[in-house]
């Protein structure tokens, strides 16, 4: 069983900086391909990043490429997405997925676990 718990979210000022973790309180994280996505109001979830089991390859969206960061810490079951120079248009519920596969994936529907949500804030 996998469950994941997302943490970290929070109001911001554009140009600041948070840093999500998703915690999964099951089966070892290693297992899993891990992803972070975000839904904005009125807008569908789109894909924001991804790495593999052993945190040696990521994929990011263009629109954080540069800006935020997704690593892992397998001993500690968690996952982090670290976002620096926060923009307005980053305003989003934060989620992290997990996936049993090995690929890089970018489409939500094919990770099989989901954590609750994190609000993020980015006032301007």
């Known amino acids: 069983q996998v469950q994941l718990v997302e943490a970290g979210g929070g109001l911001v000022q554009a140009g600041g900086s948070l840093r999500l973790s998703c915690a999964n309180s099951g089966r070892t994280l290693s297992r899993y391909t891990m992803g972070w996505f975000r839904q904005a109001p009125g807008k569908e979830r789109e894909f924001v990043a991804a790495?593999?089991?052993?945190?040696?390859?990521?994929s990011y969206a263009d629109s954080v490429k540069g800006r935020f960061t997704i690593s892992r810490d397998n001993a500690k079951n968690t996952a982090y997405l670290s976002m620096n120079s926060l923009k307005p248009e980053d305003t989003a519920v934060y989620y992290c997925?997990?996936?049993?596969?090995?690929?890089?994936?970018?489409?939500?529907?094919?990770?099989?676990?989901w954590g609750q949500g994190t609000q993020v804030t980015v006032s301007s």
């Open positions: 790495i593999n089991r052993s945190g040696s390859s990521t």
């Open positions: 997925a997990a996936d049993g596969g090995i690929l890089l994936m970018q489409e939500d529907h094919l990770y099989d676990y």
